[in-house]
């Protein structure tokens, strides 16, 4: 079992920057690929970024790359998310999750095993 604990959602303005953190549980951390998903109210939940175990390969939605770094210090059990140029439309719950098995659909949330709480990201105009 995997236990994972998101921070560091606020309220931020448009073009302002965040960082999330999660904070995983657990001796295996650094064997599992880990992904953040967003989800707006109304809206499905979204594939936001994924980072292999080593962290030598990262993987982005369009619709965030080139604004959002995912990395992982897997001596501290953490995944980040560095969000910057933050637009309104980035508003939502963020999760961090936890893939097990090495998918290739790292896109997809169903192929994750564990999953946070959530931590909220609104960003203002």
């Known amino acids: 079992q995997v236990q994972l604990v998101e921070s560091g959602g606020e309220l931020v303005q448009a073009g302002g920057s965040l960082r999330l953190s999660c904070a995983a549980s657990?001796?295996?951390?650094?064997?599992?690929?880990m992904g953040w998903f967003r989800q707006a109210p109304g809206k499905e939940r979204e594939f936001v970024a994924a980072?292999?175990?080593?962290?030598?390969?990262?993987y982005y939605s369009d619709t965030v790359k080139g604004r959002f770094t995912i990395s992982r210090d897997n001596a501290k059990n953490t995944v980040y998310l560095q969000m910057n140029s933050l637009k309104p439309e980035d508003t939502a719950v963020y999760y961090c999750?936890?893939?097990?098995?090495?998918?290739?659909?790292?896109?997809?949330?169903?192929?994750?095993?564990?999953w946070g709480q959530g931590t909220q990201v609104t960003v203002s105009s």
């Open positions: 999750a936890a893939d097990r098995d090495f998918s290739v659909n790292y896109y997809t949330a169903r192929e994750y095993d564990y």
């Open positions: 657990g001796r295996t951390f650094s064997s599992y690929t």
């Open positions: 980072i292999r175990r080593s962290g030598g390969i990262t």
